[in-house]
């Protein structure tokens, strides 16, 4: 039985961003031996969309209230790469790692699937 989900994010500068992911986003993490670093992540949601394009994946944190989120983690020193947009099924913004890779951040319309059995 499937039991969570491991997500690897690659990066120019993992030490910066395993410090920004620890430090400026206040992720509780275990210490895997060697400077390594694994996060515990929120409950997660898993999406399927259609493209034309070739397949590839994206990584969104989620939050309450986006703009009250963006306000906090802009003061403790996060920068974001672009404004926050109406996307119809939710609030939008994306925030810049030190190593250069972008997350989203959104505040879903959309109902929640964390905690639902089918």
């Not at 120019?12 to 031996?33: H, N, T």
């Not at 944190?61 to 986006?66: G, K, S, T, Y």
């Not at 003061?75 to 925030?95: E, N």
Request: charged share 20%; glycine share 10%.
């Amino acid at each position: 039985m499937i039991n969570g989900a491991h997500i690897i994010l690659y990066s120019q500068d993992a030490e910066a961003d395993r410090a920004f992911l620890r430090d400026v986003l206040g992720a509780p993490y275990v210490e895997a031996g060697q400077g390594w670093l694994i996060f515990q992540l929120p409950p997660a949601e898993l999406a399927v969309h259609p493209t034309e394009r070739p397949a590839m994946h994206e990584l969104y944190l989620m939050c309450d209230d986006v703009v009250t989120t963006v306000a906090e983690l802009t003061a403790r020193g996060a920068r974001f790469s672009r404004p926050i947009s109406d996307q119809g099924w939710g609030l939008v913004t994306f925030l810049t790692l030190p190593g250069g890779s972008e997350l989203g951040l959104y505040q879903p319309r959309h109902p929640r699937a964390h905690g639902k059995t089918r």
